[in-house]
């Protein structure tokens, strides 16, 4: 079992930035790969960063790129999602997620440990 705990939302203005942050606890095995995701009012769960633990490779949806940053504390068991230059449009509630199965890192139904979630919210 994996516990996964997010923080470090709320509400700024456009242009600002928010750093997530996401604490696991539990079988480390199960947790080869994490992620980010996002759910919005009335759309489906996205991807927008993930990391692959063992090799640390990187995966960032393309909403996400230049202004999203992945990273992972082993040490601290938490990786952190630092996002800069928000935008109204990245308002959305976001999920931390972790799988030990391979395949699309941002492919949120792969993941079988999902956290509480945590609200971001971007005034214009």
């Known amino acids: 079992q994996v516990q996964l705990v997010e923080s470090g939302g709320g509400s700024v203005q456009a242009g600002g930035s928010l750093r997530l942050s996401c604490t696991a606890s539990g079988d480390t095995a199960a947790r080869t790969s994490m992620a980010w995701f996002r759910q919005a009012p009335g759309k489906e769960r996205e991807g927008v960063a993930g990391i692959v633990s063992g090799v640390g490779a990187k995966v960032y949806a393309d909403s996400a790129k230049a202004r999203f940053a992945i990273s992972q504390d082993n040490a601290k068991n938490t990786v952190y999602l630092q996002m800069n230059s928000l935008k109204p449009e990245d308002t959305a509630m976001y999920y931390c997620?972790?799988?030990?199965?391979?395949?699309?890192?941002?492919?949120?139904?792969?993941?079988?440990?999902w956290g509480q979630g945590t609200q971001v919210t971007i005034s214009s």
């Open positions: 997620a972790a799988k030990s199965s391979p395949g699309n890192v941002l492919e949120p139904r792969s993941y079988n440990y």
